[in-house]
């Protein structure tokens, strides 16, 4: 079966640390992998895709097929950087996504 | 550009009630899907459409019904509310090739039934 893990629900990291947000999938084929992030009381919205590789607002993934991770990092955490992420995943050339049960990132100033 | 509009932003309904989440996109996409999000759940899909007249179930179809008339419109309606629905409800579109940056979503419908 299709599925995407994140292993954790909460992550405390304080401003200025590093930050990791875990993704594991489970996928037949070379699935598309994606972050969305939800800041308070706002709607999804995409910060990254793996196919793209670019970097937004200081976060990068790297897709790793051998370990099936599509991890989110950022160098150095900043207080607006609180949110819920979400990690999702989609074979190419289907629409459906399947969605990970997401990390709520919160910042300690 | 109005994206995805989601309305009503919050509902509260009675046990047994029905009611129809609306969901419309102006982005011409062909793609469009229902999801629920609840706590330590993530986000489930609910049902999807590939286009006008295509609908199918996704993860969680029990209790809700679906229609594609058209393009832009894709209602999700609840039969008769339950205490588990209590959910927040986001609509999702994309374009149909699947490439790009994947979905647009709407700001969500926060439904309580008590």
């Known amino acids: 079966a299709q599925r995407v893990t994140q292993p954790e629900k909460l992550l405390s990291v304080f401003k200025g640390a590093p930050v990791e947000l875990k993704c594991n999938y489970s996928?037949?084929?070379?699935?598309?992998l994606f972050w969305y992030v939800q800041y308070s009381r706002q709607r999804l919205q995409l910060l990254l895709r793996?196919?793209s590789r670019e970097s937004i607002k200081g976060f990068t993934a790297d897709l790793n097929k051998g370990e099936t991770s599509f991890h989110l990092k950022k160098p150095f955490a900043q207080e607006e950087d609180s949110a819920m992420y979400y990690c999702?995943?989609?074979?190419?050339?289907?629409?459906?996504?399947?969605f990970g049960t997401g990390t709520r990132l919160t910042i300690i100033p | 550009n109005a994206g995805v509009t989601q309305t009503p932003k919050f509902q509260v309904l009675k046990t047994g009630q029905s009611m129809t989440l609306q969901c419309a996109q102006d982005?011409?996409?062909?793609?469009m899907s229902w999801y629920r999000q609840d706590p330590g759940m993530g986000l489930r899909l609910i049902h999807y459409?590939?286009?006008?007249?295509?609908?199918d179930q996704g993860e969680v179809p029990n209790g809700y019904n679906v229609s594609r008339s058209t393009t832009e419109d894709f209602p999700l309606r609840l039969l008769s509310a339950a205490p588990s629905q209590t959910s927040v409800y986001f609509c999702?579109?994309?374009?149909?090739?699947?490439?790009?940056?994947?979905?647009?979503f709407g700001s969500g419908t926060r439904l309580t039934v008590v």
């Open positions: 793996h196919i």
């Open positions: 996928y037949s084929g070379s699935p598309e």
């Open positions: 999702a579109s994309s374009p149909r090739t699947g490439g790009g940056d994947g979905y647009t």
């Open positions: 982005m011409n996409h062909e793609y």
């Open positions: 459409s590939v286009g006008a007249g295509i609908t």
């Open positions: 999702a995943a989609r074979n190419f050339g289907n629409e459906k996504l399947t």
